[in-house]
């Protein structure tokens, strides 16, 4: 299974300053797709995020290859409202509003990072959706998370995730054990009768079981805390005799990890845990045609945005036409038929063989 922690930051986010404390506040209301942000010109009104993105010069006046036309007076129309309330210029009330949409995400991302027990400078940022990408350099500065990943399509990664994903069965007991209260005999016993469950489930949906994997986790905990760590667990050793020894040993590693500290309380095995997989999808990476370096080839035009307190000039760049080995320096803009990044200053953005951008601080 996967922790996903969901956070209400989209483009469609309206920012809005409340009459009691006077202070930009952005979200959790959305203006949607219908109507969805000003700039649309679906008959929008409110300040969104995306429509912050159009007044700073970080989306082009059209999207989707061209097909979407951006209403900039209607997003500049629309920020204004800020702007009036805080008593603030446009494009400061505009940098406010992304700034705050930005520390939101960031928040998200600690929730996943520093209070598991990770260091995010530690791990890349990878960027997806459609507006992932605008935000992503900023986030990898907050995080210090470099580099900043932009794979190739990113508006459609999790269609291509779910079109080329491994088929799974996961299934659950309870158990609720001391250490002492049971045996490596029984839990094995356990674990062949659910990993037989979701076999059989796996087998119903076109995979034979020669073809699948089985993976095992058990959850556990201190006797008396009410939360559990999960931890994957190999069934053959508990049939040899070594599992609960093993699996405590890696209990008391990981909570030391997660938390600083241990307690000398018996462990208590919560839940088992059986997944069956099937077969990976055979899917490769294309490589793409090797460059020189210079981008020059996918420059579009030349471009003004706002960033950093300031007007820049810019330049707006084809991800189509860039080739492995090409560096873009910031700021820029890097366009393509469903998303849209944004490179910072003193950033430079690599594209590898496989034509995926890496953000990095300019050395």
């Known amino acids: 299974s996967l922790d996903v922690r969901t956070v209400g930051a989209g483009g469609g986010s309206i920012a809005h300053v409340p009459e009691l404390t006077k202070a930009l506040r952005?979200?959790?209301?959305?203006?949607?797709?219908?109507?969805?942000?000003?700039?649309?010109?679906?008959?929008?009104?409110?300040?969104?995020?995306?429509?912050?993105?159009?007044?700073?010069?970080y989306l082009p006046e059209a999207l989707l290859g061209g097909a979407m036309q951006l209403d900039r007076p209607a997003a500049e129309r629309a920020v204004q409202s800020v702007a009036d309330a805080l008593g603030i210029p446009l494009l400061e009330a505009a940098a406010g509003i992304i700034d705050i949409v930005n520390e939101t995400m960031f928040g998200a991302l600690r929730l996943v990072s520093v209070q598991q027990g990770y260091d995010p400078r530690n791990f890349a940022l990878m960027a997806f959706g459609g507006a992932g990408p605008l935000h992503a350099n900023a986030l990898g500065r907050?995080?210090?998370?470099?580099?900043?990943?932009?794979?190739?399509?990113p508006g459609v990664l999790c269609a291509?995730?779910?079109?080329?994903t491994r088929m799974r069965i996961e299934t659950q007991r309870s158990f609720n054990k001391l250490r002492a209260d049971t045996s490596d005999a029984e839990i094995a016993a356990a674990l062949d009768d659910i990993a037989?469950?979701?076999?059989?489930?796996?087998?119903k949906e076109g995979v034979p079981r020669k073809e699948q994997e089985l993976?095992?986790?058990?959850?556990?905990?201190?006797?008396?805390?009410?939360?559990?760590?999960?931890?994957p667990v190999r069934r053959a050793d508990f049939a040899n005799g070594r599992g609960i020894k093993a699996l405590a040993a890696a209990f008391d590693e990981e909570h030391k990890r997660l938390f600083t500290f241990n307690l000398d309380v018996v462990h208590e095995f919560v839940n088992l845990r059986a997944t069956a997989l099937g077969k990976p999808a055979n899917v490769t990476a294309e490589e793409i045609e090797a460059g020189d370096g210079d981008p020059e080839g996918a420059v579009i035009r030349k471009h003004k945005l706002w960033i950093e307190g300031g007007e820049r000039d810019a330049v707006i760049y084809d991800r189509a036409r860039l080739r492995a080995g090409d560096k873009v320096l910031g700021p820029a803009i890097v366009i393509e038929m469903d998303s849209t990044t944004l490179i910072h200053p003193d950033h430079v953005a690599e594209v590898d063989r496989f034509g995926t951008i890496m953000i990095n601080p300019a050395r």
């Open 215 to 231: 993976q095992f986790e058990i959850d556990v905990r201190y006797a008396g805390q009410a939360f559990e760590v999960p931890l």
């Open 142 to 153: 907050l995080m210090g998370s470099w580099p900043v990943v932009i794979p190739p399509s």
């Open 160 to 164: 291509y995730g779910d079109a080329t």
């Open 196 to 203: 037989n469950a979701v076999s059989a489930e796996l087998e």
């Open 26 to 57: 952005v979200g959790p209301d959305s203006a949607g797709a219908v109507p969805g942000p000003a700039a649309y010109g679906r008959g929008g009104t409110l300040p969104t995020v995306t429509d912050a993105n159009v007044v700073l010069g």
